[in-house]
Antibody, heavy 121, light 110 residues
Framework: EVQLVESGGDLVQPGGSLRLSCATS????????MTWVRQAPGKGLEWVAN????????YYMDSVKGRFTISRDNAKNSLYLQMNSLRVDDTAVYYC??????????????WGQGTKVTVSS | QSVLTQPPSASGTPGQRITISCSGG????????ISWYQQLPGTAPKLLIY???QRPSGVPDRFSGSKSGTSASLAISGLQSEDEADYYC???????????FGGGTQLTVL
C-alpha cells in the first residue's frame, strides 16, 4: 500500500524554525517528483515547493523562497521541508504529495494526511 | 492570491448535474494540463481528474473534466450527498515556474 506520513509539525514562535518530514512506503520513492502543499485554516490549497527525483531541480512559491528548503533522502524514502524565519502567515496544515508520472501530467497523485504548523507568539 | 479562478460555491440537488469552472491564463491552463482534486471535510485532498479529462482508477465516471483554451471545467452528474466537498483545480505555470491551485469551490448538495 502506498503511504505518505508527515511529521514534525508544531507550535513555533515567529522567526523560528521547523523541519517537516514525509516518510513514504509502498512505491519506488527515487523515481517520483515530490511536493509540499499547505492549507491555512479555513483557506484553500497552496503549493509550496517541489523537487525532482535526483534533486537536480527544485521550485518554490515566491513567499517561501530563501526561507524554506525542500530536500529528500532517496535511501530513506523520505522528503523534508526545512522552514526558517517562520511567519504567522505560514500557519497551515502541510501536506506531502507524490507527483504522478508524465502520463498523469505530473498531477498530485498521492497525498499524506498532513502535519499542522502553527506560528504564534 | 490564486491566479486560477473558481467560483467559491456551487450547489445542486441529488441526481442533478453541476459544473465547476476554473479560469486561468496562457502561461498555465493555456499551455499545460489541468488536474482536479476533491477534499472531503477534515480529510486530505484526493486526485479526481488528471490531464484535463482522465480519471484515476476508482473515481466514478460521474466525474468528468474538460478544457478549452485558458479555461477548464469539472462536471459531476448524478449528484450524490457524498459529493459534498471542496473542489480544486491545479496547473503548472510556465512563467511563475510553480504550481497553481484555484481558490476552491465548496459544493453543497441540497
Amino acid at each position: 500500500e502506498v503511504q505518505l506520513v508527515e511529521s514534525g509539525g508544531d507550535l513555533v514562535q515567529p522567526g523560528g524554525s521547523l523541519r517537516l518530514s514525509c516518510a513514504t512506503s509502498g512505491f519506488t520513492f527515487s523515481t517520483y517528483w515530490m511536493t509540499w502543499v499547505r492549507q491555512a485554516p479555513g483557506k484553500g490549497l497552496e503549493w509550496v515547493a517541489n523537487m525532482k527525483q535526483d534533486g537536480s531541480e527544485k521550485y518554490y512559491m515566491d513567499s517561501v523562497k530563501g526561507r524554506f528548503t525542500i530536500s529528500r533522502d532517496n535511501a530513506k524514502n523520505s522528503l523534508y521541508l526545512q522552514m526558517n524565519s517562520l511567519r504567522v502567515d505560514d500557519t497551515a496544515v502541510y501536506y506531502c504529495a507524490r507527483h504522478g508520472s508524465a502520463a498523469t501530467g505530473g498531477a498530485f497523485e498521492i497525498w499524506g494526511q498532513g502535519t499542522k504548523v502553527t506560528v504564534s507568539s | 492570491q490564486s491566479v486560477l479562478t473558481q467560483p467559491p460555491s456551487a450547489s445542486g440537488t441529488p441526481g442533478q448535474r453541476i459544473t465547476i469552472s476554473c479560469s486561468g491564463g496562457n502561461s498555465n491552463i493555456g499551455r499545460n494540463t489541468i488536474s482536479w482534486y476533491q477534499q472531503l471535510p477534515g480529510t486530505a485532498p484526493k486526485l479526481l481528474i488528471y490531464i484535463n479529462n482522465q480519471r484515476p482508477s476508482g473515481v466514478p465516471d460521474r466525474f468528468s473534466g474538460s478544457k478549452s483554451g485558458t479555461s477548464a471545467s469539472l462536471a459531476i452528474s448524478g449528484l450524490q450527498s457524498e459529493d459534498e466537498a471542496d473542489y480544486y483545480c491545479a496547473a503548472w505555470d510556465d512563467s511563475l515556474k510553480g504550481w497553481l491551485f484555484g481558490g476552491g469551490t465548496q459544493l453543497t448538495v441540497l
